[in-house]
């Protein structure tokens, strides 16, 4: 997300955040049914057996993940009704509507938390610049000789 920010202060000002430029194409803001359901379920982890049920049901009634983004809303509703408890079924669909955020915003390979029922403001975020790592490979510099 930085390097977009980046990107888009470099074009100018011309471009506007939010103006459509071109051809219009479907984008999907996906994020892992697992991530999901642990939040739906409570549960901090998403490697649990519980977790894994829940994912195998769904996944074996609608084919594959994408068809949770590309299946029409109301079909997909009917669907997750039928098959899992109403408080999963609503995390599924609000984050399908796009009514998710991560808090805080991912960065560096550290991951943002997922909270269902906000949506962020990504022209507002903050660019949160991390302490360099020290590196564990030893230099030349760090060894000594005795003479």
């Known amino acids: ?3 977009a920010i980046e990107l888009s202060k470099a074009q100018g000002s011309e471009r506007e955040f939010g103006t459509f430029y071109g051809q219009k194409r479907n984008f999907y803001r996906m994020v892992p049914l697992v ?19 829940f994912y195998e049901i769904i996944i074996g009634a ?13 079909v997909l509703t009917e669907i997750l009704q039928q098959l899992v408890d109403e408080p999963i079924a609503r995390a599924i669909i609000e984050v399908r509507k796009g ?26 975020i ?20 005795k003479d």
């Open 126 to 145: 903050e660019i949160i610049k991390g302490a360099k790592r020290a590196s564990q490979q030893l230099t030349l510099d760090r060894f000594s000789t």
């Open 62 to 74: 609608i084919g594959n993940e994408c068809k949770l983004w590309t299946t029409k809303l109301e």
């Open 35 to 53: 991530e999901i359901l642990a939040h739906a379920l409570g549960i901090k982890n998403s490697n649990t057996k519980k977790v894994t049920l």
């Open 99 to 124: 009514n998710f955020c991560f808090s805080p915003p991912g960065f560096d390979g550290t991951y943002g938390e997922l909270i269902i029922g906000e949506t962020s403001n990504y022209q507002n």
């Open 1 to 3: 997300l930085q390097r």
